[in-house]
């Protein structure tokens, strides 16, 4: 029996969907979020063919909540064919991951068992857990059938396609007033696969989930599993046994708060939730400890370490999964055959404007090879760099040296008043010091929290481009033209200029 969970925090109120999506949300909207509805509702209209309208209409849902309070919805779907019960896993892991289900209620009050009432097919409950509150998710708990193994395992493309529509666009039968059952898809932004021992984990790992990682986790039900720090599996193993005598325990008694502790990490219940609440990656350098640690009141001792510290955050969370995609991406094309044989395929490169160099008497023979793929991602790392991060630096050590001169002279202003006593008393002179030391730290922290969100703005924009240019690049080496037309073509190119404001409009709500 399906069931949606909605989580928040236990002082929020709980509000319908009705008053969600109301029209009153659209109408306060800003301008550019308003607009994007609008291009995202013409793309529904002319690109029928071309679009999967279930998640269009989850894309405008979210659109239509209050902005920064937007719903995550996520599946927990047990694979039906897996071994065991695991409808019954996927429901014991919603006990540890949740913490706690709604009210204690009878026999739930003890902890040992999720009973959700049948009285409605799609049974809603509101419920309340500290690991998760203000992310806004929404847990739909089904039991489905993505996919048979045999046919994942062939690798068709069709098959690719059967499990993204069957894992993020569930299906649920509502029963009807005439006693039949009618399917209605239920779209989500992120799913987990459950499924239930070695059988489970066989069926898991024949699927192609490895193409959705960011948007499906398959977990698989494997108590006593030793898990090896690094090990690379196809599936995250879980032990929902474990996690739920943690829970009972805490539950019997706080006292017992380090054996909960000790079973909730033992249960890799931690990994899922670390999933849930993972983002893109500007987005993680930029809530991470490096940037944190950038702090305007952090700067008289860490002001030498903001180079450091930003280019290791370009290094390692500027666009790292575009990059590798990109370079599948261009030998999937090189082997596709999409060009001759002998002719590989050709990317336009960036290029910037390179100082005159002295002249040298030696004479060297330089050979260039044309790249194997577009290399704009890292062109514009290496551009900020060798021109944005020693700016950076350069203007925290500014910032650092007028802040502390300004408070040594208001201080010593303010021992001279005191020692050629033009000022009354202590306090005076000690006014005029605080005076100088809170205007020079307030300038510190206006101008530094400025150059730190320009910066961030920039870094974003900067890897927006390249992303854009990168497509540019991989469509004008494919773009040939075509003697006879295709059909479909003129709905498709309406449909690629509506994408494209789409975009465009996403950008100006960032």
């Known amino acids: 029996m399906p069931v949606l969970l909605a989580l928040h925090s236990s002082s929020d109120t709980f509000t319908t969907h009705d008053q969600q999506y109301s029209t009153g949300t659209l109408e306060a909207a800003p301008n550019a979020r308003s607009e994007l509805i609008d291009i995202l509702l013409e793309l529904q209209k002319h690109a029928v063919n071309h679009v999967n309208l279930s998640r269009l209409q989850l894309a405008l849902q979210g659109l239509r909540q209050e902005p920064g309070h937007e719903n995550v919805r996520v599946a927990i779907l047990a694979l039906a064919d897996g071994a065991g019960e695991p409808g019954k896993t996927a429901r014991e892991l919603l006990r540890p991951l949740v913490v706690r289900v709604g009210e204690a209620k009878g026999d739930e009050g003890k902890g040992t068992t999720l009973t959700i009432s049948k009285t409605n097919l799609l049974h809603e409950l509101d419920v309340s857990s500290p690991a998760l509150n203000g992310c806004g998710v929404e847990l739909l708990l089904m039991e489905v059938n993505p996919l048979s193994a045999g046919a994942a395992a062939a690798g068709q493309a069709a098959a690719v396609m059967d499990v993204e529509q069957a894992v993020l666009v569930p299906t649920v ?39 959705y990682r960011d948007s499906v986790l398959a977990a698989v039900n494997l108590p006593k599993y030793p898990v090896e720090e690094g090990e690379q599996l196809a599936f995250q193993p879980i032990d929902v046994s474990v996690g739920s005598k943690g829970l009972d325990r805490i539950r019997e008694n706080i006292g017992n708060a380090m054996e909960y502790e000790r079973a909730w990490y033992k249960s890799n219940v931690p990994a899922i939730v670390e999933w849930l609440k993972a983002g893109q990656q500007l987005d993680l350098a930029f809530a991470g400890t490096r940037w944190r640690k950038l702090g305007w009141w952090k700067l008289f001792w860490r002001v030498d370490d903001v180079g450091v510290l930003t280019s290791d955050m370009l290094n390692q969370r500027f666009l790292p999964g575009a990059e590798r995609e990109l370079v599948f991406l261009a030998g999937r094309i090189a082997e596709s055959g999409v060009v001759p044989a002998l002719e590989a395929p050709t990317y336009t490169q960036p290029t910037s404007e390179l100082q005159p160099q002295p002249e040298t008497k030696t004479i060297t023979k330089i050979t260039s090879r044309t790249p194997k793929w577009p290399t704009h991602i890292s062109f514009t790392r290496r551009y900020l760099h060798e021109e944005t991060v020693p700016a950076l630096q350069a203007l925290a050590q500014k910032l ?19 020692v050629s006593q033009y000022a009354g008393s202590i306090y005076e002179a000690g006014a005029v010091a605080a005076l100088g030391i809170m205007w020079s730290l307030r300038n510190l922290q206006k101008k530094w929290e400025t150059a730190r969100t320009y910066w961030e703005g920039e870094v974003r924009e900067e890897g927006r481009k390249a992303v854009r240019a ?40 960032e």
Request: glycine share 6%.
């Open 470 to 509: 990168v497509e540019q690049s991989v469509v004008e080496s494919l773009d040939t033209p075509r003697d006879t037309p295709i059909e479909g073509e003129e709905e498709l190119r309406k449909a690629k200029e509506l994408v494209e404001k789409a975009e465009d409009a996403l950008k100006r709500l």
């Open 173 to 211: 039968d509502i029963q009807s007033s005439s006693g039949r059952y009618t399917p209605v898809t239920t779209p989500v932004h992120k799913a987990i696969v459950v499924s239930e021992g070695i059988m489970g984990a066989a069926t898991v790992a024949a699927l192609p989930l490895a193409a």
């Open 400 to 418: 650092v040296l007028q802040a502390s001169s300004t408070s040594a002279l208001t201080g010593a202003l303010a021992g001279l008043l005191y």
